[in-house]
Structures are given as C-alpha cells and as structure tokens.
C-alpha cells in the first residue's frame, strides 16, 4: 500500500472518529448528564457539574484539535477534479456549520460552571452544537456522493 494512501486513510479515519467522539459526547451530555444534574438538589450539583467538565475538556480540546488538522489536510490534498459551484455553495454551508460547532464546543468547555443557570445555558448549547453535527454529517454525505460522482 503506497504511503499517501495510508495517510489520506488515516486522515479520514481521524477526523470522522474525532466527529464522531465530539457529537457523541455534546449528545450523552445534552440527554444524560444535563437531566441528571438539573435532577439533583441545589446544594448537590456544583462538584459533580464542575468535575465533569473540567474531566471532559482535555479530551475536547484533543478532538477539536484533530478535527481541525485532519480536515485542512484532507481539504488540502485533495486531487479529483475539479467541484461544481453546487459543491462550493453546500461545502461553504457545512463550513458555518463546522464554525458553529467549534464556537459552541469552545464555550461549553471553558465558560465557568455558574450554578443551575448554567445547566439551561449548556443545554441550549448542546442542542444547537447537537442538531448543527447531525446537519453537517448529512451534508458530508451529501458532498461525498457529488465528489463519487464527479458533480
């Protein structure tokens, strides 16, 4: 197997993984741990929110991280043909998409954990960050399918 298609095999596997780990855990987040701390009494909620962020925001710097590098690279070696402006305008759409994402991920692991208003604040987040990856991964297929077929 020649060394460029074991890197551009890898680098797809690295960044749909990391996707997959970053949606993953924005989702187990929004429908487990968020119910289940607003379920705890007042006095409850502060240790166990504040050690599952500070628990969760090393990984998600790492996965933001690897999305990001192996998304350029992948961006960047590309070497079919030429796209059509369909491709260009949807690409564009899933890269504001992608930008949203990161903003949100970014301030849901580094805003200070502030009491029970942060909990309606981070579920507000974690939706839009949740419903934004389902859209992106729809798109993803979406362009894959166009690159396949040469439009």
């Given at each position: 197997m020649?060394?460029?298609?074991?890197l551009h095999i890898l680098s797809r596997f690295v960044h749909i993984s990391?996707?997959?780990?970053?949606?993953?855990g924005a989702?187990?987040?929004?429908?487990?741990?968020?119910?289940?701390?607003?379920?705890?009494?007042?006095g409850q909620v502060d240790i166990p929110a504040r050690t599952a962020q500070t628990?969760?925001?090393?990984?998600?710097?790492?996965?933001?991280?690897?999305?990001v590098l192996s998304g350029l690279?992948?961006?960047t070696s590309y070497s079919g043909p030429p796209h059509t402006s369909t491709y260009h305008m949807w690409f564009g759409i899933k890269m504001l998409l992608v930008l949203h994402i990161?903003?949100?991920?970014?301030?849901?692991?580094?805003?200070?954990?502030?009491?029970?208003?942060?909990?309606?604040k981070s579920?507000?987040?974690l939706t839009g960050m949740v419903i934004s990856g389902f859209l992106v991964v729809l798109i993803s297929a979406y362009l894959r399918s166009l690159s396949q077929r040469g439009l």
């Open positions: 020649p060394a460029d298609l074991l990391s996707a997959i780990l970053l949606l993953g989702f187990y987040a929004r429908q487990v741990l968020l119910p289940i701390l607003s379920g705890l009494p007042s628990r969760f925001r090393a990984t998600l710097w790492s996965l933001l991280v690897l999305i690279y992948n961006f990161l903003a949100t991920a970014v301030l849901w692991g580094t805003s200070p954990y502030s009491g029970e208003k942060s909990i309606g579920n507000r987040r």
